[in-house]
């Protein structure tokens, strides 16, 4: 048996716990069953067991058999010193510690139940993306409501954070967050860092100072991701070059290295030309990009904000020097709903709480809860299984539950894991 099976048991109690004895005959009783380590160092961190009355704290360790403590160099590592338990299928042999001491043993083999640790070994056994995509959908969907809400509240925890920390690098400035937050939208998955680094290149004053020239924004932002450095035989992107070279001198800018843009897995709609086209666009003529976006309540409205008119250049270009097949490129329906999920609701989160305006945060939930569920693979294979996102909430929840738990293997930290490895709420 797997290790991480009897982790598991011990994790979640899944063994008879009457009358729990050592090995020595001692009673045993389980008070806290410890921290899960994952790294290095015994298995359950500041644990509490009581021995024939005695309270002990300390760790505990989990092997197959006994004799695994020798094997695995437990009795010469000091760090396992504290360990005031070992937990295992098979006691094979008295173990010591490096002082000496008798290690406190309870065996499992007599006490596991075969069903719950069958089950085990199929979660964290299986090949399928999703562990419990067999048994997934008989958990009553009161439990997966729940458990959504709560991986939809991670996720923008996390996002949350990640924009306090880029708050607190532009020394609390919201323009700059703001403008930065726009760009990483605009680079989609595959240049979203790309864009963040671009936008991290020129302070907001630069931009902001520029606005009513639109040539010129766009000079700034193809000069700064390093688009601008070829031999170009056409007039418009001679003209940004000649454009930029001066506005790099006035502000001592220092571009990015073009090579670490993306093209391949995109749509030609979505290569970086067009991306840093659309923003320059939207950028232009917005004074202050955090009042404009405190306004937006609606999808309808997030769509006017980002309506730009792209210069005609680039009706029949993708790349600088290259002609292709002419179409508009206009914002699409789509991009916008990315922009409303991945910039927008964030971007009200984080001022909602750094503001303590949780309109603010209503309105980011009122906005998520009206778009529909995004279509992509993960989402696919959730449905797959039966379980349906009702709106663009849901289904962000269900990607951090795949990206956060299912791929790790994470079953026990999982609601519907536990639930299905607990057996108390299958219907």
């Known amino acids: 048996m797997n290790e991480k099976i009897i982790q598991l048991a ?24 410890g921290q899960a380590n994952t790294n290095a160092g015994p298995d359950f961190l500041f644990g509490k067991i009581s021995i024939d009355g005695l309270i002990l704290f300390g760790h505990i360790e989990i092997h197959v058999n006994s004799s695994d403590w020798i094997r695995h160099g437990h009795s010469r ?12 299928l098979n006691d094979d042999k008295e173990i010591k510690t490096q002082m000496n001491f008798t290690l406190p043993t309870l065996e499992l083999k007599e006490r596991l139940g075969k069903e719950k640790l069958d089950l085990c070994e199929e979660l964290l056994g299986s090949l399928d993306q999703i562990p419990c995509a067999n048994r997934a959908n008989t958990i009553d969907k009161i439990y997966w409501h729940h458990w959504m809400d709560l991986m939809y509240r991670e996720r923008v925890d996390h996002r949350v ?38 936008s991290q290149t020129i302070p907001w004053r630069v931009i902001q100072k520029h606005r009513a020239d639109p040539f010129q924004i766009q000079a700034i932002l193809f000069g700064q991701a390093g688009l601008l450095s070829g031999n170009f035989q056409e007039t418009y992107p001679q003209q940004l070059r000649t454009e930029y070279d001066h506005l790099k001198k ?13 093209f391949s897995r995109m749509r030609p709609a979505s290569f970086p030309g067009i991306k ?6 939207v950028l232009s003529s917005k004074s202050n990009l955090v009042s404009e976006i405190l306004h937006i309540d609606s999808i309808d409205k997030l769509q006017s904000f980002l309506s730009c008119d792209m210069p005609t250049y680039w009706h029949d270009h993708y790349h600088f020097d290259r002609i292709g097949k ?3 490129k206009s914002i699409s329906k789509d991009f916008t709903k990315h922009i409303c999920i991945n910039f927008l609701v964030p971007f009200l989160s984080v001022y909602a709480k750094n503001t303590r305006q949780e309109r603010f945060e209503d309105r980011a939930i009122e906005l998520m809860e009206s778009l529909k569920p995004e279509e992509n693979v993960i989402i696919r294979k959730w449905e797959s299984i039966g379980i349906i996102p009702e709106h663009a909430a849901d289904s962000q929840a269900l990607i951090q539950l795949k990206q956060n738990y299912c791929d790790q293997k ?10 299905l490895i607990l057996c108390d709420s299958v219907d």
């Open 161 to 198: 954070a990640e924009q306090e920390s880029l708050l607190h690098m532009n020394n609390n400035d919201w323009e700059n967050l703001c403008f930065q937050m726009l760009a990483k939208g605009f680079g989609i998955q595959v240049n979203r860092d790309v864009f963040h680094l671009l």
């Open 10 to 33: 011990w994790q979640l109690q899944l063994f008879d716990q009457k009358q729990l004895r050592l090995k020595d005959g001692s009673s045993l009783s389980v008070l806290d069953v």
């Open 326 to 328: 002419a179409q508009q």
């Open 250 to 262: 006035a502000y001592k800018l220092i571009p990015l290295q073009s090579g670490i843009w993306k």
């Open 410 to 419: 994470a079953c026990v930290r999982c609601e519907i894991g536990r639930k």
């Open 77 to 88: 590592d000091p760090a396992y010193n504290m360990v005031v338990l070992h937990v295992v």
């Open 276 to 281: 840093i086209a659309q923003l320059a666009s």
